[in-house]
């Protein structure tokens, strides 16, 4: 058994072991026995949606890393995308998204169409 960061997280955005149960869809004592080491989550799917909620890596989470940032998404091959600005599309409401989502379709095809990368 291992003990995940769980309380550590937990603790850092004010929720108490009831309030994370009930967003998680488990028992306070299942939080409690995650949190001891007792228990540990029973999927892949419950670490990565942990892991996601925090905004952490599932390293961290499993306490096999020091960071807490999740490693920056990638384009595939390319650069790493900068997480900042990942940061500001987030915080944009679904209208907002939409506009950016057509400003950038638009970028993509006006430099597909003169050939150029």
Same mark, same amino acid.
């Given at each position: 058994?291992?003990?995940?960061?769980?309380?550590?997280?937990?603790?850092?955005?004010?929720?108490?072991?009831?309030?994370?149960?009930?967003?998680?869809g488990v028992s306070k004592g299942t939080v409690g026995m995650w949190?001891?080491?007792?228990?540990e989550p029973r999927t892949i799917d419950e670490i990565n949606?942990? =892991?996601?909620?925090?905004?952490?890596?599932?390293?961290?989470?499993?306490?096999?890393?020091?960071?807490?940032?999740?490693? =920056?998404?990638?384009?595939?091959d390319g650069p790493t995308l900068d997480a900042s600005l990942i940061e500001r599309l987030i915080q944009l409401?679904?209208?907002?998204r939409e506009k950016v989502e057509v400003f950038v379709q638009g970028m993509i095809a006006g430099r597909d169409a003169h050939g150029s990368r």
């Open positions: 058994m291992f003990k995940i960061r769980l309380k550590e997280l937990r603790e850092s955005k004010g929720m108490t072991q009831r309030d994370f149960a009930a967003e998680f949190e001891s080491g007792a228990r949606r942990i =892991a996601d909620y925090f905004g952490v890596s599932t390293d961290y989470l499993l306490g096999r890393a020091e960071k807490k940032e999740k490693p =920056a998404p990638t384009d595939g409401t679904p209208e907002e």
